[in-house]
């Protein structure tokens, strides 16, 4: 039986609500252990494969952000950000989704961030890994579609435990509660629900999409009315 789900890495808040909320619906959900590099290809390897004939999907969430200034960042968080960000995300769709391509299909999620549209002047690593990683779902779902393989890149909104990007390049992260519609951030395990259908090949329409899952928040340009009833 298909239903084993790998997380690729439980650091994000969002990520490890989805991995309870997955465990609930009766799936076996294994976590990559921290100390395997996702950018090393042989200890994936030997991780994953054990885990072939019962594998259902990957969830790949983004890495913590690099902040700071391009200008002002170093060396070695040029390379962490290369690792950490692309090169892991390329690692992670070769050998799962190779995987799941002989074995008849399944999921691939990127559980990624708006910043791959919006970046912010603080985080411009970040945001470049973002963009990169956008572009590779975009293509797995070509070279990988023809065998059942699925992939998703979700653009999750911000949330209550992101950290504070706020800068003068950009205003996105100021008054974040009242650029939502409901006016408040996202309750925890808001893409529970969204990560859950993607596993489902009922999901298969949206294959190569990006998805935009901040309620609208990214579509904010002024003032919002406000509703009967509603502070």
Known sequence: MKNTIVLTDDRMAEARDVRAHL??????????????????????????EP??????GVIHPAPPRILGAVEAVSEAEWRRAADEGPMAAWCVTKVFCGLMKANGGGSIIYLNSIHAEKPVGIG?????????????????????????????????????TDPDSRSAVSSLYYGVDLRYPERKLPDPGYLNALVAFLLT?????????????????TLFYTCRPRAEGRP
């Open 201 to 217: 090949p009922g999901a298969a329409a949206l294959s190569g999409g990006d998805l935009r899952a901040d309620g609208g928040m």
């Open 51 to 56: 885990l072939q004939e019962s594998l259902a």
């Open 23 to 48: 465990l609930s619906l009766g799936y076996r959900v294994e976590t990559v252990p921290r100390e395997i590099r996702l950018w090393d290809e042989s200890a994936l390897s030997a991780f994953a």
């Open 124 to 160: 411009a690593l970040f945001s470049m890994g973002c963009g990169a990683v956008q572009m590779l779902s975009r293509e797995v779902a070509q070279d990988y579609g023809t065998y059942g393989v699925r992939s998703y890149f979700i653009q999750k909104g911000i949330a209550p």
